[in-house]
């Protein structure tokens, strides 16, 4: 099993970057795909990114391409989002998740393993 906990969420104009952290707990994290999801009222659980175990393929919603970063330091057991030119349809509650396997999945229910969230909220 593996643990969880995001942060680096906040309040930022649109144009604005973060960086979003997500630490793992667990002597397997590099094991697992490491995935992005965000969240906006009134909206379904949306995936944002994945990244495999190596860090070494990357793949990212539409919406986001060329704007957020994936990647990962397996010996720190952490997952990053690096997030620049935020627009205000980014404000979401961004959630950090990990499943198992060789291959990224874009559905929720394919991750097992769930942060608590961390919010941003891109003003205009």
């Known amino acids: 099993q593996v643990q969880l906990v995001e942060s680096g969420g906040g309040l930022v104009q649109a144009g604005g970057s973060l960086r979003l952290s997500c630490a793992a707990s667990?002597?397997?994290?590099?094991?697992?795909?490491m995935g992005w999801f965000r969240q906006a009222p009134g909206k379904e659980r949306e995936f944002v990114a994945a990244?495999?175990?190596?860090?070494?393929?990357?793949y990212y919603v539409d919406s986001v391409k060329g704007r957020f970063t994936i990647s990962r330091d397996n010996a720190k057991n952490a997952v990053y989002l690096q997030m620049h030119s935020l627009k205000p349809e980014d404000t979401a509650l961004y959630y950090c998740?990990?499943?198992?396997?060789?291959?990224?999945?874009?559905?929720?229910?394919?991750?097992?393993?769930w942060g608590q969230g961390t919010q941003v909220t891109v003003s205009s």
């Open positions: 990244i495999t175990w190596s860090g070494g393929s990357s």
């Open positions: 998740a990990a499943r198992g396997g060789i291959y990224y999945k874009t559905a929720p229910e394919e991750y097992p393993y």
């Open positions: 667990g002597r397997t994290f590099s094991r697992y795909i």
